[in-house]
């Protein structure tokens, strides 16, 4: 397996040439995306539900569930084979491995938060901790097949065989999505701002941003799946 750089700019040019290999495929999730949003101000006009930012939020959280569920995952158990041919995810098969593990890999996914939930309720550094140390169970339950006990002893493993690498590439990839989620809320603010439910329902500007954050969101993942790839070839090469 050929060794990948963890470098920021590797980690982006790998994530938008996954991304631009299914256009198609990449656009459609963001439209859905953008879709499934526009239910949160529908429901908050149908049941009359406040209309403060945590309320919208939930809404917006529970409204998307499907593509984190797995409209999302499988796009990357699909790059993931494109990109390795690993055994345990083949490029032949990848299919029928994502329909196997989908909802163990969620069910991973939540255990995580649930982890994280109750380590930031503990002054919030052991939810980081948790976070970084555990945040590869997900992928190595959906990717390569494990069990969720076996994934977070492979994720606790690689973490602290490749930490700085992980910290490096992770720091530029969240401070980046941060920047640009600021920027978009700051430009939201000034041309619509205070939206009522009625024009987040409607407006064509909300549309918009709504299907750009989905291919922000994309974009988010593809990178972290780049920067999975990096770190477990590198803990390969090492231990060979």
Known sequence: MPERSAGPLALFATAFGHLRRHPAL???????????????????????????????????????????LYFVPRLMAQLDAEALNHSENPEAQWQERFEDRWLKAFGARILLYLLCGIGLAMFV????????????????VLLRGESILQALRSSLALMVKTWPQVLRGASAILASYLLLLIAIGWGLQHLLPDPTPWQRLTHPLIWAVQTFSGLMELFLSTC???????VETSDQSSSR
């Open 125 to 140: 550094v052991p939810g980081v901790v948790v976070l970084a140390l555990f945040g590869w169970a997900p992928l190595r």
């Open 26 to 68: 990449t656009f459609g999730i963001a439209a859905l995306a953008a879709l499934l949003s526009a239910l949160g101000p529908l429901l908050q006009i149908k049941l009359g539900l406040p209309g403060d930012p945590i309320t919208e939020l939930a809404l917006r959280g529970v409204c998307v569930l499907p593509l984190e």
């Open 224 to 230: 972290f799946l780049a920067l999975f790839h990096a």
